[in-house]
T-cell receptor, first 112, second 116 residues
Framework: SQQGEEDPQALSIQEGENATMNCSYK?????LQWYRQNSGRGLVHLIL?????REKHSGRLRVTLDTSKKSSSLLITASRAADTASYFC????????????FGKGTMLLVSP | EPEVTQTPSHQVTQMGQEVILRCVPI?????FYWYRQILGQKVEFLVS????????KSEIFDDQFSVERPDGSNFTLKIRSTKLEDSAMYFC??????????????FGEGSWLTVV
């Protein structure tokens, strides 16, 4: 399994602004997933993007994937205070499914 | 929507005692996991379980730990003799393993273990 590295480690914005988080990984992937964790709670799956996809949308979320740069980004548009959480990316190797391994994540704080 | 359920939500135990954390994965899921998160640290993989056996485990998952799927619905994590450093939030998770969402892992809300 491989671990993604999220950047920045922390992000503080105002409600209504957009939040962009980045993820880099090292080896080729089958897919990449983004998860959210509210403080003290379990991880919640947000979105999965496959290696042959470049962009995917889900509500206010937009994920991009650049396999040539081995990077992905998660954009949250029109952020709300309820989006305050830690966000993690989890790359899945192209050899088949492997266990998700999580990095330190990006801690997003959205102020009212 | 189906969810992974975990019990207890919080347990306090004396050092050296055995602890069993229980999980009910989502029905029809084929892969099961335990993760843990020490306060303020990242979520760490412990073990994965498929077809009634461990498919992968981390260095953390030593002989003090064991997992079991005693029946068709429960998945348990046992810590044989707890240490102070076992204090953490333990997350159970499951994955369908097939279908369009086969690669998505669904997490429970966690069991907070405090060893005193």
């Amino acid at each position: 399994s491989q671990q993604g590295e999220e950047d920045p480690q922390a992000l503080s914005i105002q409600e209504g602004e957009n939040a962009t988080m980045n993820c880099s990984y090292k080896t080729s992937i089958n897919n990449l997933q983004w998860y959210r964790q509210n403080s003290g709670r379990g991880l919640v799956h947000l979105i999965l993007i496959r290696s042959n996809e470049r962009e995917k949308h889900s509500g206010r979320l937009r994920v991009t994937l650049d396999t040539s740069k081995k990077s992905s980004s998660l954009l949250i548009t029109a952020s709300r205070a309820a989006d305050t959480a830690s966000y993690f990316c989890a790359p899945i190797g192209d050899s088949g499914y492997s266990t998700l391994t999580f990095g330190k994540g990006t801690m997003l704080l959205v102020s009212p | 929507e189906p969810e992974v359920t975990q019990t207890p939500s919080h347990q306090v135990t004396q050092m050296g005692q055995e602890v069993i954390l229980r999980c009910v994965p989502i029905s029809n899921h084929l892969y099961f996991y335990w993760y843990r998160q020490i306060l303020g640290q990242k979520v760490e993989f412990l073990v994965s379980f498929y077809n009634n056996e461990i498919s992968e485990k981390s260095e953390i998952f030593d002989d003090q730990f064991s997992v079991e799927r005693p029946d068709g619905s429960n998945f348990t994590l046992k810590i044989r003799s707890t240490k102070l450093e076992d204090s953490a939030m333990y997350f159970c998770a499951s994955r369908p393993g097939q279908g369009a969402a086969g690669n998505t892992i669904y997490f429970g809300e966690g069991s907070w273990l405090t060893v005193v």
